[in-house]
């Protein structure tokens, strides 16, 4: 039989695929022979790889199984001498029932079905997949580097550093060993992040299943935990290629072992104890689902149907991942149980847990494995700067508005038990960023994009060129003028810049595919500010025939915002203005600032921005205005101090 490079205990004799692995040591003696070894049935090489993962977790689970019907018939033995001289019938017959129970027990249970898993849960199967894939690579190369290369006509010839037919070649082997697994590790990697890009997981799904075999469970391929966890795991596989191709040159990339992992997804799995006292979950070998105590659906359950509904309401993709993150968060510390199960308790301790944990914990190394609870005592216990209390109450919000929707839905919902966990803060919203000061506007409309630059890409270098059709030059002069927000600004098409009874107006709204509003109130008019004209922003019209902005592309979020922004921070730092307080959204408070200023009515403001107007006006949203008035009251807004004559079009 000859050995397949780069997989593990998959060989091949003539065009058959075989599954061979030793026999551990410590049970050699009792399995009664050293190497296991049978037929894959397939002459494909892909379909092979695929066979031999499955193989190799029965496998494993068989030398398993071996351990415990040893360690059960050594305990059973010891029991019955124990009982030998025991007169008692009865007694024997209890003595002879344990042993059968405990042979019983160790017979191997089918996969558990799971409906869904935990955002947790499925990064801990994707760590599972880059660590077995890791311990992979470590076997071949303690056991020989293997490498193939070409040999006469089409056949392959496999060889290793020590095999006798190269003669004294053995270091040209391994050279060659070690520049085709570079080369293997490069393409996968290079294949996988392309497939990654484009959301195609199909190469993973045989790895996935594999993964959840390991556990003992099974996922339903129809949920959304699914499809989250081909891609977790497609972006592991990537991420153990770049860790393959570190110890090609010379480094160990660190990674648990799977063993490890395996134990920390068993302990997650294995569902609370209907009674107190229950030994169920300590004594099965895979995690046995407890019958239901009510009749009202699980959490995670309802998570997806206030999810889907979510998204006929015009929810980005962005949003409604943060809201699963923010729930399965929530199930992660609490447990995935019927929605009337959870109390106040249940959302005090998420609460609090909140409270410890520092932003983006689960990327921190020190916490991203270890249960929602652990992470936060450790994090305090490190003295790790804690989430914002804007963050926390994201997460509390969340929660609230799902039980909240639970609540309307369900009969088995009597209180709300995030009602009242909002914490209060010390700050308004009006706190969290600043306005403009007049000195920031007049450095940011004095750089080299409208003053004159070198190019669209060397746009903070002086030079001859105004770059007065790109999004650089026009989005922070509409933000200016308009207080709207940046994504309402990226999204705008030719034909939401219309005339209304003579005036030019800005229309948002979120007719077309790409186009999104935050409320209802958010869809308003507004007219083109007089300075916007004189700039010239008709004629930048006229010159378009689609979106203002095409040249700006929507980031995988689904907003346009998320890749300008990164543009719109590195000009702020280029001009001097970078503060922690300072962004594109400060544009709306400069706006509200001048809108004071020069007495536009705190309602017309706000219908001019898309707040909402509150009361039964709230019914008709922001547009009950005649266009003629608010052109009468942006007419007013001024930004003193602020002289843009000099980006002005001439005649």
């Given at each position: 039989m000859e050995a397949v490079t780069g997989h593990t205990n998959l060989v091949r004799r003539g065009a058959v695929y075989y599954h061979r692995c030793k026999v551990p040591t410590d049970i050699v003696e009792t399995y009664g022979r050293r190497e296991v070894t049978y037929s894959l049935k397939t002459r494909d090489l892909a379909e092979a790889v695929r066979r031999v993962k499955v193989a190799a977790v029965e496998t494993l689970k068989a030398f398993d199984d071996h351990r415990r019907k040893v360690a059960a018939e050594k305990a059973a033995e010891a029991a019955a001498a124990a009982r030998a001289a025991v007169s008692d019938p009865i007694e024997r017959l209890l003595a002879a029932g344990e042993a059968m129970a405990a042979n019983d027990a160790d017979e191997r249970a089918e996969l558990v079905a799971y409906?869904?898993?935990?955002?947790?849960?499925?990064?801990?199967?994707?760590?599972?997949?880059?660590?077995?894939?890791?311990?992979?690579?470590?076997?071949?190369?303690?056991?020989g580097f293997k490498a193939v290369r070409p040999g006469p006509g089409s056949d392959m010839l496999l060889f290793t550093a020590d095999d006798e037919r190269l003669s004294g070649k053995r270091a040209h082997a391994t050279e060659y060993a070690l520049a085709e697994s570079k080369a293997?590790?490069?393409?996968?990697?290079?294949?996988?992040?392309?497939?990654?890009?484009?959301?195609?997981?199909?190469?993973?799904?045989?790895?996935?299943?594999?993964?959840l075999a390991a556990a003992g469970i099974s996922l339903d391929v129809e949920s959304r935990a699914w499809r989250s966890l081909l891609r977790l795991v497609q972006v592991a596989e990537v991420q153990a290629m770049a860790d393959i191709q570190a110890r090609n040159e010379g480094k160990e990339p660190e990674h648990r072992g799977s063993d490890e992992i395996l134990t920390e997804i068993a302990a997650s799995l294995v569902p609370k104890p209907v009674e107190p006292n229950s030994t169920v979950a300590a004594t099965s070998p895979h995690p046995i689902p407890i019958a239901p105590v009510s009749a009202a659906p699980t959490l995670?359950?309802?998570?997806?149907?206030?999810?889907?509904?979510?998204?006929?309401?015009?929810?980005?993709?962005?949003?409604?991942?943060?809201?699963?993150?923010?729930?399965?968060l929530f199930i992660a510390c609490a447990g995935d149980r019927p929605i009337d199960s959870y109390s106040k308790a249940d959302a005090r301790t998420f609460k609090d847990a909140l409270a410890s944990l520092p932003a983006n914990w689960s990327k921190t190394k020190s916490l991203r494995t270890l249960p929602v609870a652990a992470a936060a005592k450790k994090a305090k216990a490190d003295g790790m700067t804690p989430m914002s209390v804007t963050n926390v109450n994201k997460h509390l919000n969340c929660l609230y508005a799902l039980m909240a929707w639970a609540a309307k839905h369900y009969d088995e919902i009597e209180r709300n038990p995030f009602d009242?966990?909002?914490?209060?803060?010390?700050?308004?919203?009006?706190?969290?960023?600043?306005?403009?000061?007049?000195?920031?506007?007049?450095?940011?409309?004095?750089?080299?994009?409208?003053?004159?630059?070198?190019?669209?890409?060397?746009?903070?270098?002086?030079?001859?060129?105004?770059?007065?059709?790109?999004?650089?030059?026009?989005?922070?002069?509409i933000g200016l003028f308009t207080g709207a927000r940046l994504n309402e600004i990226l999204q705008l098409y030719r034909d939401d810049i219309v005339d209304v009874d003579g005036a030019l107006c800005i229309r948002i709204c979120a007719e077309k595919d790409d186009q999104r509003v935050k409320t209802a109130s958010s869809r308003r008019l507004i007219p083109v500010h007089a300075e916007l004209l004189r700039i010239g922003f008709r004629a930048f019209v006229a010159s378009k025939s689609g979106r203002l902005f095409d040249t700006v592309e929507k980031a995988p979020d689904g907003y346009y915002s998320s890749t300008f922004s990164k543009h719109f921070v590195?000009?702020?730092?280029?001009?001097?203005?970078?503060r922690p307080k300072v962004s594109?959204?400060?544009?709306?408070?400069?706006?509200?600032?001048?809108?004071?200023?020069?007495?536009?009515?705190?309602?017309?403001?706000?219908?001019?921005?898309?707040?909402?107007?509150?009361?039964?006006?709230?019914?008709?949203?922001?547009?009950?205005?005649?266009?003629?008035?608010?052109?009468?009251?942006?007419?007013?807004?001024?930004?003193?101090?602020l002289d843009l004559s000099a980006l002005a079009v001439v005649p």
């Open positions: 409906s869904t898993l935990s955002r947790s849960q499925l990064n801990l199967f994707a760590e599972l997949h880059r660590s077995i894939r890791l311990e992979d690579d470590e076997d071949a190369r303690f056991n293997r590790a490069f393409l996968t990697g290079s294949f996988l992040r392309g497939k990654l890009a484009r959301g195609q997981y199909g190469d993973v799904e045989g790895t996935a299943e594999d993964c995670s359950e309802v998570r997806d149907q206030w999810i889907e509904e979510g998204k006929a309401k015009e929810w980005s993709p962005k949003t409604g991942e943060a809201r699963v993150i923010m729930v399965d009242g966990m909002r914490v209060d803060k010390k700050t308004t919203a009006r706190d969290e960023r600043d306005p403009f000061a007049i000195d920031d506007l007049k450095r940011m409309f004095a750089a080299p994009i409208f003053r004159g630059c070198q190019s669209e890409w060397h746009w903070s270098t002086p030079g001859a060129v105004v770059l007065r059709d790109s999004p650089k030059f026009w989005v922070p002069l590195r000009f702020l730092d280029s001009v001097g203005v970078k594109f959204h400060s544009f709306r408070h400069t706006f509200e600032d001048a809108c004071r200023a020069c007495g536009v009515p705190h309602d017309v403001m706000n219908a001019l921005q898309g707040h909402s107007q509150g009361g039964m006006s709230d019914r008709y949203g922001g547009g009950q205005y005649p266009v003629a008035r608010l052109v009468e009251e942006m007419g007013k807004l001024r930004h003193a101090g």
